[in-house]
């Protein structure tokens, strides 16, 4: 089954067409006009979105030589509603006018299962149910068990700032520009973890319940602000020669929260397989901090970690050959949506 893939979640549009020997082609086209306001705006990325559709689409299928899909998978949410709704559109027009199914999609699924592609740059090999995920993106840090497909349990998840957004914050403070992620990764590469930042602990209710599970859950809005009120006190730390410790200190931070969430979650479940997924697993730090666990860990290639289309048809196809009926045409965009 050849799937086209069409993501438009956020500020990358993109296609990708996906069939049983893998990745045909995958186009991303990045919004760079969102850098002089530092951070995505809404109304601007849907019209650029509306803008590229149509060539990124149609290089997507030139790329993989093919001329009409057998079914379409779209992202349906979550992420900014008017940039969904212009891939979903795009994906029922697309849909009527070849005549095959359309499926929507939700993006944090892609993120989820995007370890299961061909090729991982770490961890090749068949992966089999059960196994972790972690997702870290710009707007969510979850760590799930997956059961089987479309069985996800939260084992552990941020209560306030994603991963992310914590590192397009620094970024931020240390007037680097955006996305800071890749930016703060870089520089924390040249630098020394020498201020000690908080790694916080809170125990996770189980929901519905007063009971505490036996994962922690995540928090990074106090690692920001611990690292706002060290610049306050000492704004030289912003200085290029220094900055670069402030990366390495709060990514050494990071790395340990999420170390210790998986540890424990491998722990407690008797998992031994993490797969990663979202814009932030194509952390340097974060990459190498899982690898050194002593698990077995999935990594994709960066490029599959950020936002891309090929993730979604995957996901789409997968559903979709485990029987999942097509959507009906009245399918509409979910701005909120967990898995
Ligand atoms: O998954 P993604 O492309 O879009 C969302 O679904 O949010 O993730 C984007 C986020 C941004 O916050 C960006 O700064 C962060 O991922 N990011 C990184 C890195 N590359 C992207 N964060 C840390 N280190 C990186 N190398
Ligand atoms: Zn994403």
Same mark, same amino acid.
């Given at each position: 089954m050849i799937v086209l893939g069409i993501e438009t979640s956020c500020d990358d549009t993109a296609a990708a067409v996906v069939d049983e020997s893998g990745v045909r082609s995958d186009v991303v086209w990045s919004q760079s006009l969102h850098e002089r306001y530092g951070g995505v705006v809404p109304e601007l990325a849907s019209r650029a979105h509306a803008e590229q559709i149509v060539p990124v689409v149609r290089a997507a299928l030139t790329v993989a030589g093919v001329d009409r899909p057998d079914a379409i998978a779209v $992202?349906? +949410? /979550? +992420?900014?509603?008017?940039?969904?709704?212009? +891939?979903?559109?795009?994906?029922?027009?697309?849909?009527?006018?070849?005549?095959? @199914?359309?499926? +929507?999609?939700?993006?944090?699924?892609?993120?989820?299962?995007?370890?299961?592609m061909e090729p991982v740059v770490e961890g090749a090999g068949s992966v089999a149910f059960p196994f972790l995920s972690l997702v870290i993106s710009g707007g969510h840090s979850t760590l799930y068990k997956v059961l089987a497909l479309g069985r996800y349990e939260v084992v552990s998840e941020t209560v306030d700032d994603a991963i992310g957004e914590a590192y397009d914050k620094v970024a931020r403070m240390l007037g680097l520009?955006?996305?800071?992620? /890749?930016?703060?990764?870089?520089?924390?590469?040249?630098?020394?973890?020498?201020?000690?930042? /908080?790694?916080?602990?809170?125990?996770?209710?189980? @929901?519905?319940?007063?009971? =505490?599970?036996?994962?922690?859950?995540?928090?990074?809005?106090?690692?920001? $602000?611990?690292?706002? $009120?060290?610049i306050e006190r000492d704004?030289?730390?912003?200085?290029?020669?220094?900055?670069?410790?402030?990366?390495?200190?709060?990514?050494?931070?990071?790395v340990?929260?999420?170390?210790? =969430?998986?540890?424990?979650?491998?722990?407690?479940?008797?998992?031994g397989t993490v797969l990663i997924g979202g814009g932030a697993a194509a952390n340097e730090g974060i990459r190498a901090g899982l690898l050194g666990l002593g698990l077995r860990v999935v990594l994709p290639p960066k490029g599959r970690c950020t936002d891309n289309a090929a993730m979604i048809a995957h996901v789409g196809r997968l559903h979709l050959l485990a029987g999942c009926p097509p959507d009906p045409l009245f399918r509409t965009a979910q701005a909120r949506w967990s898995v």
């Open positions: $992202t349906a +949410g /979550p +992420g900014l509603m008017g940039a969904v709704l212009v +891939g979903l559109c795009f994906a029922k027009s697309a849909s009527v006018g070849w005549g095959v @199914p359309f499926l +929507g999609v939700n993006h944090l699924e892609g993120h989820l299962l995007s370890g299961l520009g955006y996305p800071g992620g /890749p930016l703060v990764d870089r520089l924390a590469g040249l630098g020394k973890p020498t201020i000690a930042f /908080p790694r916080p602990r809170l125990a996770r209710l189980v @929901p519905g319940t007063a009971e =505490r599970a036996p994962v922690d859950d995540m928090s990074f809005s106090g690692l920001k $602000t611990a690292v706002r $009120t060290a704004p030289g730390l912003t200085s290029a020669d220094r900055a670069p410790d402030v990366c390495a200190s709060f990514q050494q931070a990071v340990d929260v999420i170390n210790d =969430r998986v540890r424990q979650a491998a722990r407690a479940s008797g998992i």
